[in-house]
């Protein structure tokens, strides 16, 4: 069994204006893989070309050049896309029905036992109460979640959620955050875009960053945040007198404290001087990196210089 859950190789796609037929490469040659029983986060701004790169894993679109593997196999063997849950960018569903009746379709057509896995979905997704309501009258967050429990049913080695956080209040976005670590847990393979990196630093294990079709970056995603990392501390003390020079720069806050930024280089100096100044030491709270850091180091270009791009592709 090979270890790899996802192998892309050299993937690209273009596609044909609808008037004048020219082409267009939207995905060029992109490459990476995800190991087996991990959780891999596809990130990247809109238009990057994440939906496209999932429609080609699942043979919803063919690739115009490269090769994918999955499982070990070809996205267009029914027996491969039998191991693989999903769930589309925008699921659209029979609204007449219950969530009940919604999942019972999906469980038969997944071939799993219908009943009991029917009401261990609606219960991880958090939708008990709402079995009996008609899709019609689900909120968005709430048809989400359908989505979500209607990728899982399948009981699947390797889930593919495009966007699975979209549209998602605070407490939306943790529930379906925890919903995927549960589900790696259980030894599922699982694969998601998005382009909320702070999500995707919560609970991925390794990311791909993907900007106008190609992979900026690949790595794991502690390595990552750790190169971003700022290498310096928010300092707060408290006391009265005159603060040590690497502290002058400190603004005074109420109840004698004063605040700032150490280089981490001189933390250990500036604290023994304050404390000898006569101040007590109340936090010394490292700065961490990011992956937004990292990604926009990464493509090297500011988030305004982003929209302004993403405004002219649409003129
Ligand atoms: N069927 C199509 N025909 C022509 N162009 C397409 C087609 N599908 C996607 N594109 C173009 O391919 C690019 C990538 O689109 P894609 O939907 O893959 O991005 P995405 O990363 O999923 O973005 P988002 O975060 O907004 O969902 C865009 O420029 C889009 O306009
Ligand atoms: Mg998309």
């Given at each position: 069994m090979s270890a790899q859950a996802i192998v892309v190789e050299a993937v690209s796609k273009s596609f044909a204006h609808d008037w004048t037929l020219k082409k267009k490469e939207v995905v060029h040659a992109i490459s990476f893989q995800v190991a087996r029983g991990e959780c891999f986060g596809f990130v990247g701004p809109n238009g990057a070309g994440k939906t496209t790169t999932i429609k080609m894993l699942l043979d919803i679109i063919r690739p115009s050049a490269g090769a994918i593997t999955l499982l070990g196999g070809r996205p267009s063997d029914p027996k491969v896309r039998a191991r693989v849950g999903f769930l589309p960018e925008r699921p659209y569903f029979y609204e007449h029905l219950t969530a009940e009746e919604t999942l019972t379709l999906y469980a038969r057509l997944s071939g799993v036992d219908d009943r009991r896995r029917v009401r261990e979905m609606l219960a991880l997704v958090g939708l008990d109460a709402a079995r009996d309501v008609a899709l019609r009258r689900f909120s968005k967050g709430m048809l989400q979640r359908i989505g979500l429990a209607q990728a899982l049913i399948g009981d699947t080695e390797l889930a593919i959620l495009d966007e699975p956080m979209s549209g998602l209040d605070p407490v939306g976005r943790r529930h379906v955050r925890e919903i995927i670590l549960q589900q790696r847990a259980a030894g599922r393979t699982m694969f998601f875009s998005s382009h909320i990196l702070s999500d995707v630093e919560a609970i991925c294990d390794r990311v791909a960053m993907v900007h106008e079709g190609r992979i900026m970056l690949t790595g794991d995603v502690h390595d990552l945040v750790a190169r971003a990392g700022k290498n310096e501390s928010d300092v707060t003390v408290r006391g009265q007198g005159t603060l040590p020079p690497a502290m002058a720069h400190f603004s005074a806050r109420p109840g004698d404290h004063h605040e700032g930024v150490v280089g981490n280089?001189?933390?250990?100096?500036?604290?023994?001087?304050?404390?000898?100044?006569?101040?007590?030491?109340?936090?010394?709270?490292?700065?961490?990196?990011?992956?937004?850091?990292?990604?926009?180091?990464?493509?090297?270009?500011?988030?305004?210089?982003?929209?302004?791009?993403?405004?002219?592709?649409?003129?």
């Amino acid at each position: 069994m090979s270890a790899q859950a996802i192998v892309v190789e050299a993937v690209s796609k273009s596609f044909a204006h609808d008037w004048t037929l020219k082409k267009k490469e939207v995905v060029h040659a992109i490459s990476f893989q995800v190991a087996r029983g991990e959780c891999f986060g596809f990130v990247g701004p809109n238009g990057a070309g994440k939906t496209t790169t999932i429609k080609m894993l699942l043979d919803i679109i063919r690739p115009s050049a490269g090769a994918i593997t999955l499982l070990g196999g070809r996205p267009s063997d029914p027996k491969v896309r039998a191991r693989v849950g999903f769930l589309p960018e925008r699921p659209y569903f029979y609204e007449h029905l219950t969530a009940e009746e919604t999942l019972t379709l999906y469980a038969r057509l997944s071939g799993v036992d219908d009943r009991r896995r029917v009401r261990e979905m609606l219960a991880l997704v958090g939708l008990d109460a709402a079995r009996d309501v008609a899709l019609r009258r689900f909120s968005k967050g709430m048809l989400q979640r359908i989505g979500l429990a209607q990728a899982l049913i399948g009981d699947t080695e390797l889930a593919i959620l495009d966007e699975p956080m979209s549209g998602l209040d605070p407490v939306g976005r943790r529930h379906v955050r925890e919903i995927i670590l549960q589900q790696r847990a259980a030894g599922r393979t699982m694969f998601f875009s998005s382009h909320i990196l702070s999500d995707v630093e919560a609970i991925c294990d390794r990311v791909a960053m993907v900007h106008e079709g190609r992979i900026m970056l690949t790595g794991d995603v502690h390595d990552l945040v750790a190169r971003a990392g700022k290498n310096e501390s928010d300092v707060t003390v408290r006391g009265q007198g005159t603060l040590p020079p690497a502290m002058a720069h400190f603004s005074a806050r109420p109840g004698d404290h004063h605040e700032g930024v150490v280089g981490n280089a001189a933390l250990q100096a500036a604290l023994d001087a304050a404390m000898r100044a006569g101040f007590a030491i109340v936090s010394v709270t490292p700065k961490r990196g990011s992956l937004e850091d990292e990604f926009l180091r990464g493509i090297g270009e500011s988030l305004s210089a982003l929209a302004t791009k993403e405004a002219e592709a649409v003129k």
